[in-house]
């Protein structure tokens, strides 16, 4: 009984042994190729400039924005316009009530025309071949003498006081923070809303120093609104302020809107500057990972990842430079790359 069973001991140890050899022999390419391949995307390695980005937070701003104020204390007898509107430069906004200011006026015409007959009375009998020098002297005597010239001023006086009751606007635009109304007070100087033209809007940024420095007056830029939507718009720089705020240390850019869709004066917007720089290979940021210290891109080739040691330049958050490392149109791996290893196989979707 015992004799038996060492016999088949004996019998499982020799096949044991000669399975755990066939293993060892075994192809390591064919154990590769049992390996789920993994899934990945890839894009092609594009040669072109690459686009150094400085991103900021801006406030929309327009290049005509104005406030209208008073020039006459008084009550308010009408106010001709609303939030919104647009009107055109020299329109009556408001009207004050200027009964006594209409008075004075009128006493100031009449008087001016009193005294314009005096001094044509006065004049009357001065040649007209007079000396020219001595005939200027003896008319101007007489414009004082006869009171003309003090009744001018008066007129003059009178009718700006008339016209100051009426509240004009003084640049064509939209009407905005009107919130006086009908029967209400102003005083002098008082502000009674602002006027912007909505054609002239634009974007004021404050960027850190060294990224000043890469802007200049015709940099691109992408501005985003803070809308549902988030729509993009376009634009170029128009302005970089040549001095550091010494409270911030930033520099103030304003970028010109090529399209003012939807904005308002105040809106806060992000803005991104496009720098551009030489051409090179440039891939998404997420195709560079780190291997032992370097950076390594992966390629899709036949199949198989192919590890590629490569040289960075910038990077913009997005994309980045490959100075060194990789040719143009290669396939290269965007997903799926932190834990491939040479020659491991991909399948590309």
């Known amino acids: 009984m015992n004799g038996s069973r060492t016999i088949k001991l004996l019998i499982l140890l020799i096949g044991w042994s000669c399975a755990s050899k066939t293993i060892k022999e075994e192809d390591p390419q064919t154990l590769r190729v049992e390996i789920p391949a993994t899934e990945v995307t890839t894009v092609l390695a594009k040669s072109s400039r690459f686009e150094y980005l400085v991103r900021a937070s801006g406030k929309v701003q327009s290049l005509v924005d104005v406030q209208i104020q008073s020039k006459a204390a008084g009550l308010i007898a009408a106010i001709n316009t609303n939030n919104g509107n647009f009107v055109t430069k020299g329109a009556i906004l408001a009207e004050l009530n200027n009964e006594k200011q209409k008075l004075a006026f009128d006493r100031a015409n009449i008087q001016l025309r009193e005294k314009q007959v005096a001094y044509n009375d006065l004049i009357i009998g001065y040649p007209n071949n007079a000396d020219t020098v ?41 009407v905005s923070d009107l919130d006086v109304k009908q029967g209400g007070t102003v005083t002098v100087g008082q502000v009674l809303c602002r006027l912007h033209d909505s ?128 040719k143009e149109n290669q396939a290269v791996i965007i997903t799926n790359n932190l834990q491939l290893a040479h020659d491991a196989p991909v399948k590309v979707l």
Do not use: C
């Open 199 to 326: 054609n002239s809007l634009v974007v004021v940024s404050h960027v850190l120093e060294a990224d000043a420095l890469k802007l200049t007056a015709s940099s691109g830029a992408e501005i985003i609104t803070l809308s549902e939507t988030g729509d993009i718009l376009k634009g170029i720089v128009s302005e970089v302020n040549p001095r550091v705020d010494e409270k911030s240390n930033l520099v103030k850019v304003v970028t010109k809107l090529q399209k003012n869709k939807d904005l308002l004066p105040g809106m806060s917007v992000q803005i991104t500057f496009i720098i551009p720089y030489n051409k090179n290979i440039i891939v998404p940021k997420e195709a560079v990972v780190i291997r032992s210290g370097k950076h390594v891109v992966f390629t899709a080739e036949r199949g198989l990842a192919k590890w590629n040691y490569v040289t960075v330049g910038r990077e913009n958050g997005k994309e980045i430079e490959i100075i060194e490392g990789l």
């Open 134 to 174: 001595k005939f200027k002297k003896a008319i101007e005597n007489i414009r004082v003498t006869s009171g003309l010239a003090t009744a001018e001023i008066g007129y003059r006086e009178a009718k700006m006081e008339f016209e100051n009751t009426f509240i004009k606007a003084t640049v064509s635009g939209i």
